[in-house]
């Protein structure tokens, strides 16, 4: 995926400013998909240049603020690239290695980095599920609210199992595990 679809996307949902954009990238795609505040408005400026989006100074703002709406070529270059077909992506988790690594090296540190990201990894949950409550009770009927909410259960089940694999994880490198097989 390319940062420009997913601000393709945002600002369909709503136009708006770069800030505000920014801001609600972080409450929302930015879960999911990273990038910083510098690179949104540079993609902006991008976009931009390419016919995709439109920005308008914003009346009575200080400084250069401009507001975005998406062009027809931006909805275009949207559909065509939902159209895509995708290849499955392969799995680059620095984690596995790491759990492997301490299988021939350890005993390490391991077993606080797996703390620290289970605590990680129910914080998140936690977050998702209170998105969840604030925002899909009762359970949509729309289907764009539909989809909204399917993408957001796959997070929470992403962060559920994150956080019990690294219990798990840690179960096992105890050392009242050792030993067992």
Known sequence: MSLPHALLTALIERPGAGSELAGRFDRSIGYFWQATHQQIYRELARME????????????ARGRKRAYRVLPAGRAELARWTAESQEPLPIRDEMMVRLR????????????????LARHHRDRLKTYQDIENRDFTPPPTDKGQQLR????????????????????????LSPSSEGRT
């Open 49 to 60: 240049a390419a016919g995709l989006i439109e920005g308008m100074a914003v009346d009575g």
């Open 101 to 116: 690594a301490e299988a021939m090296v350890g005993p390490t540190s391991l077993p606080q980095t797996l703390a620290e």
């Open 149 to 172: 909410h399917l993408v957001l259960k796959a997070g929470i089940e992403y962060e559920r199992h994150r956080a019990a694999f690294c219990e798990q994880a840690m179960a096992l």
